[in-house]
């Protein structure tokens, strides 16, 4: 059997897949936790507040509005007037704008038109959202490998490093260097936040440590070093702390 086939047999069939998505469907408990992270997600901390103090019959309309803006204005350009003339098409295809047979036939085209509209700026989206997660699997790839290949052995200690990030990558610091026979340097740290920008600020952290190191004996001065260099560097509401032994 040829590669081409092999992929064949092995992509996933469209009715099983249905099927399998029909059975492990929870309808109120997936509904649920999808709109609480859409909200979570597009509505911002002030309209948080505000809905504290609106009735639970507003929410109902003022929510999705506010949803619908904020989804708006974070698509591109393009897709922002791909957006609107999927709505326009959609709106003069109802059946109150249609008279005649000749004209239902026109509407039934206007509705798929937009119909597909709005499949190709969900497929955008899908692609960007794809795009991204291989970009954060290839971080956290990139990550691991920066992990001390194999447990240190440093004698009259017993040492045991492990990590595993919350997200795709984090910033979780793990580390190990030995600077000679009888010096070794073990770093454990962790970013506030979570992310690839918590990923990066621990790959800068983890760089400078094992750049300087070699240069102090003293673990003070050491800290003291790491900690100017990254308030020089570092944006004003990162924080990290690291411990060295």
Known sequence: MNANNSSKYNEPRIGKTFRDDIHQLKIKDDFSGEYKD?????LTDDRKEKLKLM???????????????????KLTPFRRLLLIAGIILLIISSPSNSGSKGLVIDADFTTLLGGLIFLFIIALELKDKLHAKTEL?????VQKALMPEAIPDVSGWDIW??????N???????DFLKLSEDKVCISVGDVAG??????????????TIRAIVPDYNSLMELGEKINRIFCRDSLPKAFCFVSLY
């Open 38 to 42: 859409l909200k979570e997600y597009f």
């Open 55 to 73: 009735s639970r019959f507003k929410k109902i309309f003022v929510i999705p509005w506010w949803l619908l803006k904020s989804l708006y204005f």
């Open 137 to 141: 699997e290839e971080g956290r790839a």
């Open 161 to 166: 490093l492990y990590t595993k990030p919350a």
């Open 168 to 174: 795709d990558v984090g910033g979780d610091l793990l």
């Open 194 to 207: 979570k992310g690839l920008s918590a990923a990066l600020l621990m790959a800068k952290l983890q760089s």
